[in-house]
Structure formats: C-alpha cells, structure tokens
C-alpha cells in the first residue's frame, strides 16, 4: 500500500469514536500508509447524536502534536465530514466559510431526522420510500457544490437485508446515473470507501458497478476511505480495492491533490 493516504477515519472527537489520534497515527505506520486525514463528524441537526459534539480547536490541538509527533514518516491532513441535509445547507455553508481544512466530505446519513440504517427508518416506509429519499438528498448534496468529495454513495446499501432482500444495484441506476452526471461535471470526485467489507459487503461503498459508470462518464479520480472508528480497522481492504481501481483505470488522489471545498 506504499504511498496510500487513508483519506476517512474518526478519533475521539466524533463522538461515535474510540480512536484516539495517536492510535489512528500508530495503525496507519504499521500499514505502511503515507498519510492520513482524519475526517470528524459535524453535524447539524439535533437530532444527531454529534449534534454539538465537535470542537475544531481541540482538533487542531491534536493535528499540530501529531504532526510534531510524527514529523516525516506521517503525512496528517486536517478534514472533517459533513452529515449533509437540505434543510441545513446555509448552516453549513457557514461553517465552511468559517473553518479551513485539507478535506471536505460530504455524506448523507440521516433523512427525516432519523439514522438511514436505524430499524426506526424503516418503520412504516415501503422500498422505495426507504431507498428514494436517499438518493434524492445525495443528488441535493452534489448540487450544492459544497463539496469537493462524495461520500459512501451507496451507503443505503446497508439498511437490513431482512426487510427489502438484498440491493440491486440495477433498480437504481436511473437515480445513480444522474447523481454521477452532476458529479462528474461539478469536478466533485467519489470516496471509494472500505468500511462496507466489514458490514458484509463484498465490494466497497460505492461498488464497482458505480464505479464503472463514473468512469464511463468522465470520472477519473477517487479517494480511498476507511471510515474507520477504531485503530485495527485503518486501511482496511486498501491493497485490493487500489488493485481493482487500477484495473477499472481510475487513479487515487496523490498529495497534492486535496482542495478542501468546492467554492463556497
């Protein structure tokens, strides 16, 4: 994995965390990464659990010791992930405007208040109330131009296999398309994130056949997240999935190429 970043993990400031940033450091040298960014949660609805959790300067705090701490075998970027909702898209907007970071991503994880892979989401919502609004608010999250990189597109992929049978891709390929054309033509560019194999997937968030279609329509760089919470799951799957995006011919980002945002 010789000169990989990890581009998506969280210490214990995001507060569903148990890393601590040395730890994170620690795990990423024993992978033989070249650098890591550690994106923590901020998120904007209350309804969140890291509603108010997030503290920048005590983030930055443990950037600069770390950068110190690990000088050259390490390279540390400054991140953060947005939990993106239409409704609070002018308060992050202000936020952007009011921090500086190496890295901006966005995801979507909650939709009418409620955690998409919660049991309660799925309460009272047929297949395609469940999987429809999801991609509606990834498509408004692209739209936005808040942000230079996309993350977990497919991360409704999750919800419980018990309820809807497995994903299929193919049902929504009609949404997943026109996501990827907006992409595509803002300059934004796709996560490739790991952290699915350890929920059972057999491919990452998004899979490969999205990422073929980004290829296909004039997509040609990716990121590579682990999304990791704890220190054993940093690089997780990266030898493999950097493997298969050579083979699909998709390149990942080098160092310098981590523009925080798109213009705000």
Known sequence: MHRLIDCHMHSTHSCDATATFDE???SALKQGLRGICVTEHIDFDKADPGYGYYD?????ADVDRCRKKYGSRLMI???????YQTEFEDDIRRFLSAYEFDHVLGSVHLI???????PEYLEGR???EAYEPYWQEVLAMVESGLFKFIGHLDYIKSLRREEYGEFAVEE???YISVILEKLVQSGAILEVNTSALRRGHAEPYPGWAILRLYKDLGGTHVIL????HSPHRVGLGFREAAA????????ICKDDMFPSSMTI
């Open 24 to 26: 994170l450091c620690e």
């Open 56 to 60: 920048y300067d005590a983030y930055m």
């Open 77 to 83: 970027k400054t991140g953060i992930e947005v939990t």
């Open 112 to 118: 009418d208040h409620v955690f998409i892979l919660y």
């Open 126 to 128: 047929s297949k395609s």
């Open 172 to 174: 929504w390929m009609p």
């Open 225 to 228: 997240g682990s999304d990791a």
């Open 244 to 251: 298969q995006l050579r083979q699909l011919g998709l390149e």
